[in-house]
């Protein structure tokens, strides 16, 4: 497939969402092959977005702080980012504005989209609902909307749909940069 597109699409959140996992299902690759992620890591993949055949780099992060100086050449020329927390994980939940501060600090209007993994584990021990996570994207104060999806990297639940959409946002957000001023 000739990709004319290129998006840059990363994720962040906490170490153990679930990121990397995403990112191998979306990939084709099976759940659990990955290993921890140690900095950064990437791979692509060819998808048709809008009629445009799109190549997504998708950046993966390991979400630890002791990799924060990494951070901030990883956000250049980004297009989308899935900000992914854990429905399992309260502090993961919590520190979702932690991420959006830096996301908010290292770039300019860059869509995000609220990603709430590992929704195949036992309902009573979700600790966040699907309320609660519409709710803190309803508060942002953002130029746009924040998607939220809840995902299974276990069962391949929303993986992807949710990068389709992220190609979607990216591919607006790219023309948008694109454009000169008036």
């Not at 901030?72 to 994980?89: E, H, M, P, Q, R």
Request: net charge neutral; charged share 25%; glycine share 6%.
């Amino acid at each position: 497939m000739d990709t004319s597109i290129v998006l840059k699409i990363i994720s962040v959140g906490n170490s153990g969402v679930g990121k990397s996992s995403i990112g191998d299902v979306f990939n084709s690759r099976e759940f659990g092959s990955v290993c921890m992620t140690i900095g950064i890591d990437f791979f692509t993949k060819c998808i048709v977005v809008e009629n445009n055949h799109t190549k997504l780099q998708v950046w993966d992060s390991a979400g630890q702080e002791r990799f924060g100086t990494i951070y901030s050449t990883y956000y250049i020329g980004a297009n989308c980012c899935l900000l992914c927390f854990s429905v399992d994980d309260e502090q993961s939940f919590s520190d979702l504005d932690k991420w959006k501060r830096e996301i908010e600090q290292k770039t300019t209007d860059l869509p995000i989209i609220l990603v709430g993994n590992k929704i195949d584990i036992l309902q009573e021990k979700h600790l966040i609902t699907k309320d609660m996570a519409e709710e803190w994207c309803k508060k942002q104060n953002t130029k746009f909307q924040i998607p939220y999806f809840e995902t299974s990297a276990k069962n391949s639940t929303n993986i992807n749909q949710v990068f389709y959409e992220a190609g979607t946002l990216g591919l607006h957000h790219k023309m948008k940069s694109n454009k000169p001023n008036k």
